[in-house]
């Protein structure tokens, strides 16, 4: 696991709808060996730092890049990571978020947090947004390498493009 991924699944995370554990089960459904794990605890805990996490992202999409790198800090203290070693892949040794001593919860926190720690120090800390394509306001990690991402999806882009289409037309046709 890449931090990018990691990075790119706090965005995820931040964006779930968590209202039951199967909500939870849904969203993490491609790891199999979590699914089973998941308890209304975690589903607590996550909705919680859903709260927490939301104003990083509304400070870096507002240019408040010191609030973005504090945020960030305050959460790590509030939310300890136990980084470990990797060697399921032996040719590429990596950190992974301890899994197995922790809930659910626990790793998914840990997990958005060094992936948004390594990505504000390896991209900046402007990197994190909130989607343009009004009223939806899920948010996005830009990885772009021209830092040009606004939407949280292709859903999303397609969406404000078609609107921005018809409003060209609209002033066309009224000119
Ligand atoms: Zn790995
Ligand atoms: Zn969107």
């Not at 996550?46 to 507002?62: G, N, T, Y």
């Not at 408040?64 to 203290?77: F, P």
Request: hydrophobic share 40%; charged share 20%.
């Amino acid at each position: 696991m890449d931090f990018i991924r990691y990075a790119e699944r706090s965005a995820g995370l931040l964006n779930a709808s968590l209202p039951d554990v199967d909500a939870l089960r849904a969203h993490i459904a491609d790891r199999e060996w979590l699914v089973h794990q998941c308890t209304d605890r975690d589903c607590m805990l996550l909705r919680k730092f859903q709260r927490e996490l939301r104003p990083v992202f509304e400070a870096s999409a507002a240019g408040e890049t010191a609030a973005v790198i504090d945020g960030i800090n305050d959460l790590m203290v509030r939310h300890p990571i136990t980084p470990q070693i990797s060697s399921h892949d032996p040719g590429s040794l990596h950190i992974h978020v301890a899994s197995k001593t922790q809930s659910v919860a626990e790793l998914l926190v840990g997990e958005a947090l060094l992936g948004l720690a390594n990505l504000v120090c390896d991209l900046g800390p402007a990197r994190l947004g909130i989607c343009a394509a009004s009223p939806c306001t899920n948010v996005y990690v830009d990885t772009s390498p021209n830092q040009s991402r606004r939407y949280c999806s292709d859903r999303c882009s397609s969406r404000a493009n078609v609107a921005a289409y018809r409003a060209r037309q609209k002033a066309v046709a009224s000119a």
